[in-house]
T-cell receptor
Framework: DGGITQSPKYLFRKEGQNVTLSCEQN?????MYWYRQDPGQGLRLIYY???????QKGDIAEGYSVSREKKESFPLTVTSAQKNPTAFYLC?????????????FGQGTRLTVV | GENVEQHPSTLSVQEGDSAVIKCTYS??????FPWYKQELGKRPQLIID?????GEKKDQRIAVTLNKTAKHFSLHITETQPEDSAVYFC????????????FGQGTELSVKP
C-alpha cells in the first residue's frame, strides 16, 4: 500500500489543543484533498489543493487549516475552534485534471478528543 | 453548492441476489463518476467508474449506469457474495472551484450467506 501515507493512524487530543495530521504522497499528483468521515455522513470535503502554494475551502473548512508548501505534502491542522473534531480523517490525491482519474486514499487518521 | 445524494443508506441482501445503489448529483458540469468500496477499518478503493460520455459500463459482476439528463447514476452488483459486504460511496467530480470530488453519504451493504 504505497503511494499516499497518513500519520499517525490514531491521535488523541485534549480540548483546546491544536493538532496536525500528516499526509504525504509520492505519486507526483498535483491535487490533494482532506475529507472527514462520520458515520452516516459519508466523506465531507474539508480543504483541497490543486497546485503548490494554493488551496481552497471545501464544505466544512471551519476550525481547520492547511498548507501546501511542497507538492508531496498537505498537512491538516485541527484547531481548537473546531467544535467536534472527533472523526476519521482521510487524505486523497489525484492528478490535476480530475477527468478520468482515480483518487488514491491514505489509510486514514482517527482523531479522538479526550 | 455541489451535492451528491446516495440511497439507500443501508442495504441487506441474501447471497446470490442483486444489489442496487442509486446516486443523484446537482452540478450539470460534473463529468466523472467513480464508485468506491470501503471495508471496515480500511481506506476507500475504486471499484468502477464512468465518464460523462458513456451510459453504461460493466466489469464482471459490477455495472454502473449514468443518466445525464436526470443527473443520476447507479451501481449494480449481481450474484452478491459475503465479501461484497462493505460501505459503498458514489462520487462526482466537478470542474467548478478548480476541480473537486464530491462524495455521497455512503451505503452499508450486508450480504447474508
Amino acid at each position: 500500500d504505497g503511494g499516499i501515507t497518513q500519520s499517525p493512524k490514531y491521535l488523541f487530543r485534549k480540548e483546546g489543543q491544536n493538532v496536525t495530521l500528516s499526509c504525504e504522497q509520492n505519486l507526483n499528483h498535483d491535487a490533494m484533498y482532506w475529507y472527514r468521515q462520520d458515520p452516516g455522513q459519508g466523506l465531507r470535503l474539508i480543504y483541497y489543493s490543486q497546485i503548490v502554494n494554493d488551496f481552497q475551502k471545501g464544505d466544512i473548512a471551519e476550525g481547520y487549516s492547511v498548507s501546501r508548501e511542497k507538492k508531496e505534502s498537505f498537512p491538516l491542522t485541527v484547531t481548537s475552534a473546531q467544535k467536534n473534531p472527533t472523526a476519521f480523517y482521510l487524505c486523497a490525491s489525484t492528478p490535476r485534471q480530475l477527468k478520468d482519474t482515480e483518487a488514491f486514499f491514505g489509510q486514514g487518521t482517527r482523531l479522538t478528543v479526550v | 453548492g455541489e451535492n451528491v445524494e446516495q440511497h439507500p443508506s443501508t442495504l441487506s441482501v441474501q447471497e446470490g441476489d442483486s444489489a442496487v445503489i442509486k446516486c443523484t448529483y446537482s452540478d450539470s458540469a460534473s463529468n466523472y463518476f467513480p464508485w468506491y468500496k470501503q471495508e471496515l477499518g480500511k481506506r476507500p478503493q475504486l471499484i468502477i467508474d464512468i465518464r460523462s460520455n458513456v451510459g453504461e459500463k460493466k466489469d464482471q459482476r459490477i455495472a454502473v449506469t449514468l443518466n445525464k439528463t436526470a443527473k443520476h447514476f447507479s451501481l449494480h452488483i449481481t450474484e452478491t457474495q459475503p465479501e461484497d459486504s462493505a460501505v459503498y460511496f458514489c462520487a462526482a467530480s466537478t470542474p467548478r472551484g478548480g476541480g473537486k470530488l464530491i462524495f455521497g453519504q455512503g451505503t452499508e451493504l450486508s450480504v447474508k450467506p
